[in-house]
T-cell receptor, first 114, second 112 residues
């Protein structure tokens, strides 16, 4: 099984619908992240969480919300999806307090908003 | 906001050629990482560099961190089709070592 699992892997929805992307990790990491990837724009940070009671906005949080249900689970919600939220979404986790912050990524969730 | 500029954005070469990818910033980073991403998958860490001037080698890949910790390069010797992928640099710093800033990536295609 993958260390970081994202569901669904692919989703097509319509404008105005509520969407939830789920992420779970088996690494025992305390830090979790949601990134969005668009062609030519790289990976942009949406939200991040350093532990269960900690939620922080990233550079592009508008239109998104998150929930850290447990140390291993971090979900991303789009309350009312719009077409420019069509993108590839990645969840990642990291742990430990020494050295660099190495991220373990999931395989991605491709979202299409019509 | 810390920014990382990667160049080139696209690179298409023949098997056996050498190449270098650059990652530059005006900001100082406490560490810098290189990831490789293949289609349908998430990025996977290749290397982390933390000391200015540091050079790390991973088989045919050589990574260098600039003396001032503002830039990095990835050099691939004798590229192979299996090296094809999106190469991303990511820097940590700016008050939080736990929040990475990513470059936009270099899409490398190695043709047989």
């Amino acid at each position: 099984d993958a260390d970081v699992t994202q569901t669904p892997r692919n989703r097509i929805t319509k404008t105005g619908k509520r969407i939830m992307l789920e992420c779970s990790q088996t690494k025992g990491h305390d830090r979790m992240y949601w990134y969005r990837q668009d062609p030519g724009l790289g990976l942009r940070l949406i939200y991040y969480s350093f532990d269960v009671k900690d939620i922080n906005k990233g550079e592009i949080s508008d239109g998104y919300s998150v929930s850290r249900q447990a140390q291993a689970k971090f979900s991303l919600s789009l309350e009312s999806a719009i077409p420019n939220q069509t993108a590839l979404y990645f969840c990642a986790s990291a742990g430990g307090s020494s050295g660099a912050n190495v991220l373990t990524f999931g395989a991605g969730s491709r979202l299409t908003v019509l | 906001t810390q920014l990382l500029e990667q160049s080139p954005q696209f690179l298409s070469i023949q098997e056996g050629e050498n190449l270098t990818v650059y990652c530059n910033s005006s900001s100082v980073f406490s560490s810098l990482q290189w990831y490789r991403q293949e289609p349908g998958e998430g990025p996977v860490l290749l290397v982390t560099v933390v000391t200015g001037g540091e050079v790390k080698k991973l088989k045919r890949l050589t990574f260098q961190f600039g003396d001032a910790r503002k830039d990095s390069s990835l050099h691939i010797t004798a590229a192979q089709p299996g090296d094809t992928g999106l190469y991303l640099c990511a820097g940590a710093g700016g008050g939080s070592n736990y929040k990475l800033t990513f470059g936009k990536g270099t899409l490398l295609t190695v043709n047989p």
